[in-house]
């Protein structure tokens, strides 16, 4: 099953919860930026994006997810 933010409840998740979480995980493994964007296969600008609340497409995420070694649904409060 794949998650987008489209069809989440927004009363579940915002942009800016989304965002955190991928922060939080990035920095939990110890991974800046950069390590993240060469990692995953995405630009650090793309990141930083993600991070601030802008362009969290599914795909990314998912990218992101897999480089950090976490689920997918960690980056989506319930």
Same mark, same amino acid.
């Given at each position: 099953?794949?998650?987008? !933010?489209?069809? !989440? ?5 915002? #942009? %800016?919860?989304?965002?955190? #979480? +991928?922060? +939080?995980? @990035? ?8 390590? /993240?964007? +060469?990692?995953?296969? /995405?630009?650090?600008?793309? %990141? ?12 990314? !995420?998912? @990218?992101?997810?897999?480089? /950090?070694?976490?689920? !997918? ?6």
């Amino acid at each position: 099953m794949s998650i987008s !933010l489209n069809n !989440l409840d927004e009363s579940k998740a915002t #942009a %800016i919860d989304v965002a955190a #979480a +991928v922060k +939080v995980a @990035r920095e939990a493994v110890g991974y800046s930026v950069d390590d /993240l964007a +060469v990692t995953c296969g /995405l630009i650090a600008g793309e %990141i930083q994006e993600i991070e601030s609340g802008e362009g969290a497409d599914p795909a990314k !995420l998912k @990218r992101i997810a897999a480089a /950090l070694q976490v689920p !997918l649904s960690s980056f989506v409060p319930m």
